[in-house]
């Protein structure tokens, strides 16, 4: 399996994956990561591990198209077969869609579909839910509305403030995303 990971932030998701990989418990190759922040401390996990970037700002193209088209090159250079999103802050497009349909997932941080979009976290402590937590979804046109493949529960407890649940649920995150992705990739022929 040939992946690339999108990620816009700090990436510890991407670390995970990168982790999940040397250790084994992921059976894939990170052959790219794609980032559209050139500040984001991702990039320098990334070559940290010695993974290739691909970098870049939205506003230097004319549209979604043409820089989707330019990462669609890079990723069909490489033979990269699947994409996996962790943290990418932008909704993916028609021609990413349709050259990897049903080859594209996410992680989520809340149970969809309660509290898509941004700042999951915060509409969680804002509804003053006891339950939370994290889901794992292909992606389709929508905004993390695409088939959910995997999720768990994080409780939010009394006194419990953003920082804590986000740390709760990055906890989750950083082993639901790795072994979910591989029971994946072991049992469909994506
Ligand atoms: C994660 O919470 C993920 O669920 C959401 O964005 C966050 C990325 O965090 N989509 P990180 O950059 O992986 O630390």
Do not use: W
Request: hydrophobic letters at 40%; aromatic letters at 8%.
């Amino acid at each position: 399996r040939q992946i690339a990971i999108f990620a816009s932030g700090s990436g510890s998701n991407f670390q995970s994956l990168v982790d999940a990989v040397q250790s084994g418990t992921l059976k894939a190759n990170i052959r790219l990561l794609v980032c559209d922040q050139p500040g984001a401390f991702v990039i320098h996990r990334a070559q940290t591990a010695g993974i290739p970037t691909f970098v870049f700002r939205a506003k230097d193209y004319e549209n979604k198209q043409t820089f989707e088209q330019e990462i669609l090159n890079e990723l069909a250079h490489l033979g990269v077969d699947f994409i996996v999103l962790a943290g990418y802050m932008r909704l993916i497009g028609p021609t990413l869609l349709e050259s990897f349909g049903g080859r594209i997932v996410n992680i989520h941080p809340s149970l969809l579909p309660s509290f898509p979009g941004k700042d999951a976290i915060g509409q969680a402590i804002e509804g003053g839910v006891k339950i939370t937590g994290v889901t794992i979804h292909f992606v389709d046109a929508g905004m993390d509305t695409g088939e959910i493949i995997a999720q768990e529960i994080v409780r939010v407890t009394t006194g419990e403030t953003r920082q804590s649940l986000q740390d709760k649920i990055q906890h989750v995150e950083h082993h639901l995303y790795p072994t979910t992705l591989n029971h994946l990739f072991l049992t469909t022929g994506h």
